[in-house]
């Protein structure tokens, strides 16, 4: 039966770059899931922030899905820590732009969307579902930064949407160890894209140089720092190729000097230094070529410090690639330990640089974990 759904994914422009400043998991999510949606007949607008002053207010993507942009008084990026204080001029240009009570469903995704959502709930009596992407209360476990407003707010939603949708086991047990009384949860495992998918080896063009790939912004708590740190320690490993690179997919124009490769940001130029010609930089990657970083690496790696889910680690399990990855939230699911790839305890540079080593010395061994890392991708991610 056809709908009308409102997505709200204030800093999640599902039409921005990957792997610019706000522009990751959510955004794809919400983008491919709008794309499902239209498929089975509905019809999907998705309500995001005007980041970027050169694109559309209304833009159209699919056969009918279409991104509507808001200003709010900042036509301009806004980091999202600091999108609180223009929410009630957010709301208020969103009922100027579009007409709520035509839609039959409203979809919020993160928690800034979601006191949108509760807006719209309040004073429309919409249907309301949401998607955390990422909790106030896995973020302060991880680095124990207390964020009271969104921890208050998070509570709030979770306790009055009509539905939540986790996408893992460890996301559902956070939220009833968080809350009272949740909102009816559904555990819906993240798709992935069509381009992961394993190629045959002898499909694939001969490797000379072996290379761990990484995809992801370029922060501290996706684990940047300890990657480099780990490869360097692998680097100064006795029995390894001498050859091996490091390649870092994300961080947008802004963040990587196209001529030179490297970073932009002085702390992280610090930390590569004596390893600029094995560690390249090569920015936002579409899904396309992400996958062919994927298809060619020993592993991909995911050293974040949280993760909700872990989209790139399921991505590159559906290359049949090993993920050597964090044991923290989503990635404790996504990533089976020593099944379909390697854990590693977060932070730890020592246990990463001996993953690296392992996946490096023992190729049969990647090979059969890239293997079985196919198959659970096909089954779960689909």
Sequence with gaps: MFKRILFISDHGDPLAPLGGEQAGGQNNYVKQLALALEKKGNQVDVITHWANPESPQVEKFGNSCRVIRIAAGYRKYVPKNEMLQILPSFYKEIRETIS??????????????????SYIKAEYNIPWIHTNHSLGIAKEQATGILEPIRLSAEEMILTSADAIVATTKNEEQLINNFVINPSPISIIAIGVHPAFRPKKRQQLQQITTPYFAFAGRLQTTKGIYT???????????????????????????????????????????????????????????????????????????????????????????????????????????????????LHIQKANVADLTQAMKTILTNPNYAEKLGKKAATFANIEFS
């Design 100 to 117: 709520i009570p035509s839609y039959d469903i409203v979809h919020s995704h993160y928690w800034l969307s979601g006191l949108i959502g």
């Design 227 to 341: 990657l480099v740190k780990a490869f360097k320690g692998l680097v100064e490993s006795q029995g390894i190729n001498p050859l091996t690179k490091l390649i870092i997919a994300g961080g947008d124009s802004s963040c990587i000097n196209s001529i030179t490769k490297l970073p932009r940001d002085i702390k992280l130029r610090s930390a590569i230094q004596g390893l600029e010609n094995k560690i390249e930089f090569i920015g936002a990657r579409s899904q396309n070529q992400l996958a062919t970083l994927f298809h060619h690496a020993a592993a991909v790696i995911v050293p974040s410090f949280y993760e909700s889910f872990g989209m790139v680690a399921a991505e590159a399990q559906a290359c049949g690639r090993p993920v050597i990855a964090s044991k923290v939230g989503g990635l404790s699911n996504i990533v089976k330990d020593r099944i379909t790839g």
